[in-house]
Structure formats: C-alpha cells, structure tokens
C-alpha cells in the first residue's frame, strides 16, 4: 500500500539523516563513535585518579583514553597527542565554567559541565594537527581559550 510505502521511504530518510551525522567527519579521517555523561564532582578533580593527571593513556593495541580538564582559560593537557589509526575515547570535564571542547574542522563539539564527564570516541586515520577551541562563553579571556590536538 502506499502508506507502507510512505513508511518505508521515511525510515530510509532517518537511517540516511542519521548515517550522514555519524559519518560526517570521515573525510577529515575523523569517526565519532559514541557519547554519554557519568558524573564528577569539580572539587574532587584533583584527587581524581583520570582527571588529577590530564593525559592520554594507551588501553589497548590501538586504543587510548584521553582525560582532558577544561577550565578558564585553558585546556589540560593543553597539547593532546594521539598516534594516527588509533580509537580514542575522550573524558572531559569542567573545573569551574561550562565550557566546550571543539575540535577545529571536525564534528568533535561538545558542551563541558562542571560535575559531569562528557564522553565521546573518536577514530584517527590520519596524521593532522587540529586547534581545540572553546565554543561557549565563559568569560574575558574565552576567545583564547585554545588547545592543540596532535594525531603523529
Ligand atoms: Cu572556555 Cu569559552
């Protein structure tokens, strides 16, 4: 019937939709991969056994885990550096003000909440050098808040 049909045609459009916000980036070489937010409490960042020490860690062959701290007006570690066709899950969080950690010409763009940890992974084909920008405003010095992103 043709309500099937209607059915059918608007379910390929989401799929398609859905398929093009996943798979934006991969010209860029980058893929994200996931998203979610446990949560952190901003004075215990110090004491924290991933965010005391921002860094990125080596989990696997190809896997890391990078543990990034935002915070006026700066990003720790303020140069990530990540090896190319790697898979790297981002946890970043917010000592003080919401901020963001963009990176510059990928789709990697997400709120940073003071308390909660956002999550995202991301798959590095190629070597690049990015620029990490905050994109919410989060005081007088916001516009300089950069970071460098490194895949070597
Ligand atoms: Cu941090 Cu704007």
């Given at each position: 019937s043709y309500e099937k049909l209607w059915l059918i045609a608007s379910m390929v459009l989401i799929v398609?939709?859905?398929a093009t916000i996943t798979y934006g980036a991969?010209?860029?070489?980058?893929?994200?991969?996931?998203?979610?937010?446990?949560?952190?409490?901003?004075?215990?960042?110090?004491?924290?056994?991933?965010?005391?020490?921002?860094?990125?860690?080596?989990?696997?062959?190809?896997?890391?885990?990078?543990?990034v701290v935002a915070q006026t007006f700066i990003f720790q570690p303020d140069v990530i550096e990540v090896p190319a066709n790697s898979e790297v899950t981002f946890y970043v969080t917010a000592r003080d003000v919401i901020h963001s950690f963009s990176v510059v010409g990928t789709n990697v763009n997400t709120m940073v909440i003071p308390g909660e940890v956002s999550e995202m992974t991301v798959e590095f084909d190629e070597p690049g050098e990015y620029g990490v920008v905050c994109n919410e405003y989060c005081g007088s010095d916001h516009h300089?808040?950069?970071?460098?992103?490194h895949v070597i």
């Open positions: 398609g939709f859905i991969v010209g860029l070489g980058i893929t994200m991969v996931g998203d979610d937010e446990p949560t952190i409490e901003p004075g215990e960042l110090s004491d924290d056994e991933r965010f005391g020490e921002p860094r990125v860690e080596q989990v696997g062959e190809n896997e890391y885990e990078a543990y300089n808040m950069e970071g460098q992103l």
